[in-house]
């Protein structure tokens, strides 16, 4: 059954350029997106930038530029490198927008219209870098963000608070859901977290110009999480210029799913639904945590010198190899340490040699032996080995993917793929050709083996569309409308469409000691 589905990365912070951490929640969610749309879903794909607050000021004023120039410069990187990595997104918020401040208004007067908002005294340590106040236990040494490693700064001023408290009892009941925050570990550090008591949080800020004022607080901006969490919201609305909350231009909310890093769990499974809540909408379906990326066993950081520019591994690697790598090599949800040998060996392993090799000899031993075409598909009535492994293997990717666990899925192509090797190998057709009464087995196996390339092809199209592409070319496929429910059945593979000359579809990476 078609169903719509929302899926949402962070709104990105424009303070510096994209690193390595928000290209792999993009390319996981895009992994998503492309998955559910040839599930045969409506995908709305939803990513952007989050540019209001004190670190962007910040930032823009030490380059000494206009905030808005400087975060319009940041947010065409973002698209460059979205661009450049095929990320399929179907919208990219901005929250300097016009129509966002709108709706951020329109938000506002519901809460307000729920006595949700009173004016209170905030004080207490706060993290830029974080955009939060944090919880200290020894006030009087100058304490340190354990994210950032700077010095929190003191604040005491008069903000406008939100009553987090109020809803309590229907948080309590969300985070237990069944598949609300995903993976398991983090639902129960959510569950510890709201089970001390829910404290009313400020969604205002005095003293700070960059952000969206407050109706009726004139000297007051939005606090910039309260601000940030809408653009979900904006982003979906059916008519991108005039936004409105009403049910028809919200037909693409709840979002399914937001997917986000484990450092921002807390604002998207409690203080979000909350809001939600108190103006009368639906909370998200689904929030998946998933773990921090580290360098060669080191926190990616300016100060040791060792981040890791996606651009960079782009361009040395390619986008295949950095996807396949990052979705496959790293269990999605845990934290994973990003190896530059384990990335070049992994990736020659398995699209150059297992699935490459697979692909291209293949195509070269029917092109000889078969009139430069596919042999005659008699496989349908028999159950061969490859079939049954192939059917296996999807079930297992199916399974796999529908729980984010792009790891196991990939593992499951891999799987086929060996097993294809390996039946060639024990089958050696090569030796069997060699007596002409063996045609038609010999077609039988090659068949099998191209139908399988066929599959493995469909399955990697989540994860790295571009080889998946060039795979199905090779295999004379129209791409264009492929879908899991018809391109998966075993046999499809046409005789008559021939094949393109093999060429090589991965190219291997050559490893150097530094080369990043
Ligand atoms: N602007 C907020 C999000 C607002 S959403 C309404 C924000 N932005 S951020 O630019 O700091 O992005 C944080 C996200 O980037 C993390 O939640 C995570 O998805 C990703 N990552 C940043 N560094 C990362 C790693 N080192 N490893 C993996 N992902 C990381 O927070």
Redesign the pocket.
Known sequence: MNMKYTIT?????V?DKP????S??TIACDAIARFERLNGNTVLFLTGV?EHGQKIERTAESKNLEPQLHCDEITEKYKYLWDKLNISYDRFVRTTSIEHTSLVHQFYSKVLKSNDVYMGRQSGWYCVGC?EYKDVEDKDKSPICSIHKKELEWRDEENLFFKLSKYQDQIEKLIHVDGFISPKSRKNEIINFVSKGLRDFSISRVNLKWGINVPGNMDHTFY??FD??L??VSGSLNDQSSPELTEKSLCNWPANIH??????LR??AVYWPAMLLSAGMKTPRSVFG?????REGQ??GKSVGNVLDPIELLEYGGIDAMRWYLLRDIEFGEDGDFQMRRFVDIVNSDLCNTIGNLLNRTITMSKKWFKENIPIDNTLSSDSTLKVQSEKKIIEYMESFKDSNFKSSANAIIDLANSANLYLNDRAPWKLIKDITNKNVVALDIYSVLESCRIIGILLNPIVPNLSNRILKQLNIDTSNINFKDSLQWGLLDPNNGLQDPTPVMDKIEFNEDPI
Do not use: Q, R
């Open positions: 990365t962070p709104l990105y912070y303070n690193h390595l951490g928000s792999y929640t989050d955009e910039v999480w940030a969490l653009g979900y997917v986000i890093g484990k450092d921002i604002f998207h998933h773990g921090f990326l580290t926190k990616m």
